[in-house]
């Protein structure tokens, strides 16, 4: 049985996805919804290339989920992320499913208001961090609890972009509607990705940002500490080049480095010997979801990781204000 999916925010990674599921056999993507007409015309074209000559438009989100939501089993959310929770909360209150965009929401009291209606309504509601749900970021984490590479004895990791020129005049640098900079939407893929790979909730955070003359931050360094006493390090710099990432665990036996996205990881041995995988992810996500939907798997990208993700931001944020004073999380 087909799920039927509604998609409210029709930007580039949208669009991406909508290119991908829509050629699947398992999916049927009923309605769409952007404020841009050129992104709602962009999205149908790729729908009627895939054979979909109708699909239901909506410029405005409350009006497609009034209309379509009895009709739906699902919504999948890509819009900027001050508008995450009251989307994300309607569709909960309809009974739907939800796959949210990262991050979840810009406030821990969001993030317990979405608690609280999940809880409510049963339904699931899965956070697309590509390394939340990616087979080899999990088996990293099952491998870190079983000492599989002896014990974890420090994190590194660091994030990159060419982000600041990028999106200059995008809303990803209006604060009011993107919650944060570089740290909160690129930097939020590494946040995530260390976060569930710690094996203890953190205890501490100092931070520094500089935004660089620009109106969010463009560069933050965090450095923390786990309620084991095991030290880690959290670097952003989005005035660089290309979007990539790299996440080192420090092991007695072993350094294995992963992406931010879980697409890779690398396994170095004490002789300098490198073992590789990588993971496909644009199908992966809908996957994840679908299995998770139906009961066959756990949530690996859940609520109460997003609620985990709002306390460390909020965190950064405090200790950056204070000059990277430490802060508690």
Known sequence: MKLK????????????????????????????????????QHVKSILSDHGQKQVHAYQDWQTLLSEQGSTLDAVYICTPHAVHADQALAALELNLDVLLEKPMVTTVDEAKALQLAQQTSGKQLVVAYQGGLSPLVHQLKEDIATKRYGDLMSINAAIWEDWADTYTGHWKQVPEISGGGFMFDTGAHMMNTTSMLCSQPFASVSAKMNNHNFPVDIVTTVIGELADGMLFSMHACGKSIRCTSRIECFFTDYVVRVCAWGRWIEIEDRDGNIERKEQESANNLMNVFLQTKDGNIQNPSDIEQGLHMAKLWDAIKLSASKNGAPVTC
């Open 5 to 40: 999916l509604g998609v409210i925010g029709c930007g580039k990674k949208s669009s991406q996805y909508i290119d991908t599921w829509s050629q699947r056999t398992d999916i049927d993507i009923v309605c769409v919804c952007d404020p841009s007409e050129g992104a709602l």
